[in-house]
């Protein structure tokens, strides 16, 4: 597994342009929370990954708005990966997340999209900030997460 990523973040700063198709199935293969969420990506590079989803009634609490829970699955997946390409190793686990939910994520105002960015990146961990916003590019919600590599 370590090997792949390393490739992963090799073809990544090459400029390949197959590769985010390659990452999106390979993710939809091999997670059912980024498969059931519908996350799709849009861009990645070291230290940054950017994914959209849409608006699901799966994935929504009462009053027709996507349910936290999912909002902090989304950060915790995008931050994770952001974090892989910055320190090429799979091996990692969820220390700290943080978020604050700012904007309620409705079906009026999808689809999101979701930034990552590696702010630092140690010898065991690594910070990151994930951003989520709605169509009008509105900040619904914001996430400061650690990562403590395993390997």
């Known amino acids: 597994m370590l090997d792949l990523f390393r490739e992963v973040v090799r073809r990544i700063e090459s400029?390949?342009?197959?590769?985010?198709?390659e990452i999106n199935e390979f993710y939809l293969r091999n997670s059912p929370v980024h498969r059931y969420i519908g996350l799709e990506l849009?861009?990645?590079?070291?230290?940054?990954?950017?994914f959209k989803f849409h608006y699901k009634k799966e994935i929504t609490?009462?009053?027709?708005?996507?349910?936290?829970?999912?909002?902090?699955?989304?950060?915790?997946?995008?931050?994770?990966?952001?974090?892989?390409?910055?320190?090429?190793?799979?091996?990692?686990?969820t220390m700290e997340l943080k978020i604050n939910f700012l904007r309620p994520l409705t079906k009026d105002n999808e689809p999101y999209i979701a930034e990552a960015?590696?702010?630092?990146?140690?010898?065991?961990t690594i910070v990151t900030i994930v951003k989520i916003y709605d169509v009008e590019n509105k900040i619904s919600a914001v996430g400061l997460g650690t990562w403590f590599r395993l390997d």
């Open 15 to 21: 400029g390949e342009r197959n590769l985010i198709r």
């Open 42 to 50: 849009l861009d990645i590079r070291r230290g940054y990954a950017k």
């Open 61 to 93: 609490r009462i009053g027709e708005m996507i349910h936290g829970g999912i909002i902090a699955s989304v950060i915790d997946q995008m931050g994770g990966i952001a974090s892989m390409t910055a320190h090429e190793s799979p091996n990692q686990v």
């Open 117 to 124: 960015e590696v702010l630092r990146s140690g010898s065991r």
